[in-house]
């Protein structure tokens, strides 16, 4: 926890001993692990100087998903002006910065090899500590950033196009993923449907916003708990529950209620989300929960959480929308951590697509 009372002096208060710090730590963020190119700077593990994203989305948009060839060219393209951005945004000289966080998994490999290249090459010519960040870990960190006063343990539900994990956050650099999804990640299920629906790419915020004017109960689409006390979801029968009714909807020669899809289909994910996460609380004795990644700026999921929360008497967290979705800050906040905890990685650190939370 950051003490904050002098400036400039820092106190871990938590983890392995105590750990003082008499100046300033400057991270720089670099986060390509899909389509987004960003690079942020993060004072002190919890002040955004910076936080530049420029999003491939208008380019992958025309194919409905994001071609990863593209999106490591246009990495590429992009890696050196977004991070001459960030450090002119943040006024503050490249040999200023004490470490360069970079996400190296999971993600999409040719795409983790631009921002991991090139955090390489600045640790190496700047000789500044390396920390390679698992993906996760920074949307987790984006909490820290938006919320001074949050310190783990607390239970985080991470949410994005990718992953849909229940992970109890045991310290800043410790995890324990109590459930996962089975099949298809919350986002990618928005995603998919949204497809069918024809609203476009990315789906999320589509469905978001349609769902606004529809009727959540009009269509009961099935929720998916598994009966044997575990935490894991599963959305690929819902998503196939959707693509059956909008068949039978065609070929009755009816006209689909967009609104009422979007609106049914969001309330079961976000049911069986808000559930599952709350048991998990429980089960940790852990009062505090925290949303994370691109799912989590859904307004449905937020209304709930915030909702169930209250009623549990638990203390309830999410990112603003800009760090919910993929961002370099989380990244750096994240480094700054582990960097805390003497986490430094070698420079021939390589991109690991596959990466498990917690693994190092
Ligand atoms: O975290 P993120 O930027 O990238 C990954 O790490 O995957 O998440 C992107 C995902 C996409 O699937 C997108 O459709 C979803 O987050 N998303 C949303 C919303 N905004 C973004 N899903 C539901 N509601 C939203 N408002
Ligand atoms: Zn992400």
């Known amino acids: ?57 208008s380019v992958h948009q025309k ?3 994001v071609v990863p060839e ?59 500590p390396l920390v390679g960040v698992h993906h996760i870990e920074g949307h987790i960190a984006a909490n820290y950033l938006d919320h001074r006063d949050l310190v783990p343990p607390f239970l985080c539900l991470v949410v994005s196009g990718g992953h849909t994990h229940i992970v109890c956050v045991k310290d800043y650099d410790q995890f324990e993923i109590m459930g996962q999804t089975r099949d298809d990640a919350a986002g990618e299920a928005f995603d998919k449907v949204a497809r069918a629906l024809g609203l476009g790419y990315p789906g999320g915020p589509l469905i978001d916003k349609a769902a606004a004017s529809g009727n959540g109960s009009a269509i009961d689409f099935p929720r998916v708990y598994f009966d044997d006390g575990s ?95 993929d961002n370099a800050a989380m990244i750096a906040c994240a480094a700054y951590y582990e960097l805390m905890r003497g986490n430094r990685s070698e420079l021939w650190l390589n991109a690991v697509p596959g990466l498990k939370l917690g693994e190092k």
Request: with cysteine.
């Open 1 to 57: 926890m950051l003490d904050g009372k002098e400036p400039g002096l820092h106190v871990l208060q938590k983890g392995e001993g105590r750990c003082q710090i008499l100046k300033d730590i400057l991270i720089l963020g670099i986060e390509t692990s899909c389509d987004e190119t960003s690079a942020a700077v993060v004072k002190n593990g919890r002040e955004v100087l910076s936080n530049v994203i420029s999003s491939q989305v």
């Open 63 to 65: 194919y409905g998903g």
């Open 70 to 128: 593209i999106a490591s060219r246009k990495h590429v393209e992009l890696i050196l002006p977004v991070i001459n951005q960030s450090l002119e945004e943040a006024g503050v000289d490249i040999r200023r910065i004490d470490a360069v966080g970079v996400t190296y998994g999971p993600g999409l490999v040719g795409a983790l090899l631009v921002g991991l290249s090139a955090a390489k090459a600045l640790a190496f010519a700047l000789d500044k």
């Open 231 to 325: 935490l894991d979801f599963s959305f690929s029968g819902l998503k196939t529950a959707v693509l059956n009714y909008l068949n039978g909807m065609e070929q009755k020669g009816l006209k689909c209620p967009v609104e009422d899809v979007s609106a049914s289909f969001q309330q079961a994910v976000v049911e069986v989300l808000v559930n599952n996460t709350l048991k998990a609380a429980g089960l940790k004795n852990l009062n505090k929960i925290a949303l994370a990644g691109g799912v989590a700026a859904n307004s449905a999921l937020r209304n709930l959480m915030k909702i169930r929360a209250k009623e549990s008497g638990f203390s309830f967290y999410y990112p603003g929308i800009v760090l919910c979705t």
